[in-house]
């Protein structure tokens, strides 16, 4: 009896097994026909972006310091780069760079806005031969979160207001760049060259350098926010990173919660009661 039923059984669950594997190929391949398409429309999209705005600055009636034409630019680039991956984002900046729309030598009636752009996960990167040339790049009030310059010159630049929660500025050299109020705590910076930078008012919480940090300028960190920052450094090398002669820390916090030099000048304006009162 069991005999004769064996067969069956065995039909049986060969056809199961049968049926789970054709299930699972058949997800692999729907998964892959997805991925495909996917990457299709962001390559699609990205394309047209670009043709679109070349075309644009082609045209004879292109004119840089017209409002309307500038935000034309702006509605497209704000919503292609929500929609491409970060590689393109990169792509996407460093066209507009090139063609002088990103850039803070330009007046400031020229330059594009893009601030609240997405560049989360963006990565700048030079060669080991030579720096990524970014001078005068200006993308102030961008959201970035995970950005790394990794190589870069930067000089003139302009972040301020920008949102780089756990940023990485590495090998890099920076100069005469502003990163006025920006929010980047958990940055990280290692083997850079700060010259003249400006860093007020910016959340730099736990901010600590992965490596050597030469800054042969001032740098001016005055109202800014470095609770935690340095710790491990310090713990390290048993010195305060705050003594550095170029550091500027009027009224801002350090790591352990006290607070630079306070400028207290014009905290109480003198009125001359005492003198009106002595009348």
């Keep these: 009896m069991i005999l004769a039923a064996l067969p069956s059984i065995v039909f049986g669950v060969f056809t199961i097994i049968f049926t789970l594997q054709q299930n699972q190929a058949a997800r692999e391949n729907r998964k892959q026909d997805q991925q495909q398409a996917d990457e299709l429309s962001v390559r699609m999209t990205f394309e047209n972006y670009i043709n679109d705005i070349s075309t644009l600055l082609l045209n004879r009636k292109f004119n840089r310091s017209n409002p309307e034409h500038l935000l034309h630019i702006r509605?497209?680039?704000?919503?292609?780069?929500?929609?491409?991956?970060?590689?393109?984002?990169?792509?996407?900046?460093?066209?507009?760079?090139?063609s002088r729309l990103l850039r803070s030598d330009q007046p400031d009636n020229e330059r594009l806005s893009l601030v609240d752009g997405n560049l989360s996960d963006v990565h700048f990167i030079g060669t080991l031969s030579a720096l990524l040339q970014l001078s005068h790049l200006y993308i102030p009030g961008i959201y970035a979160p995970n950005i790394i310059f990794d190589r870069c010159q930067l000089d003139l630049a302009i972040f301020d207001g920008a949102f780089m929660p756990n940023a990485k500025i590495i090998d890099s050299a920076i100069f005469n760049t502003s990163f006025d109020r920006v929010y980047a705590p958990d940055l990280?910076?290692?083997?850079?060259?700060?010259?003249?930078?400006?860093?007020?008012g910016a959340i730099l919480h736990r901010m600590n350098f992965a490596s050597g940090i030469d800054i042969?300028?001032?740098?001016?960190?005055?109202?800014?926010?470095?609770?935690?920052?340095?710790?491990?450094?310090?713990?390290?090398?048993?010195?305060?990173?705050?003594?550095?002669?170029?550091?500027?820390?009027?009224?801002?916090?350090?790591?352990?919660?006290?607070?630079?030099?306070?400028?207290?000048?014009?905290?109480?304006?003198?009125?001359?009661?005492?003198e009106t009162v002595c009348k």
């Excluded at 509605?75 to 991956?85: A, F, G, P």
Aim: charged share 20%; hydrophobic share 45%.
């Design 188 to 200: 990280t910076m290692g083997d850079v060259i700060f010259y003249q930078n400006n860093f007020q």
């Design 75 to 98: 509605v497209k680039t704000m919503t292609v780069l929500r929609h491409v991956d970060a590689n393109r984002k990169r792509d996407v900046i460093l066209f507009l760079y090139e």
């Design 216 to 274: 042969f300028g001032t740098v001016d960190m005055t109202n800014a926010d470095m609770l935690d920052s340095f710790t491990s450094q310090q713990t390290t090398i048993n010195v305060s990173v705050f003594a550095h002669p170029f550091l500027i820390l009027r009224n801002a916090r350090l790591s352990n919660a006290s607070f630079g030099p306070i400028n207290d000048s014009n905290l109480v304006i003198d009125g001359g009661a005492e």
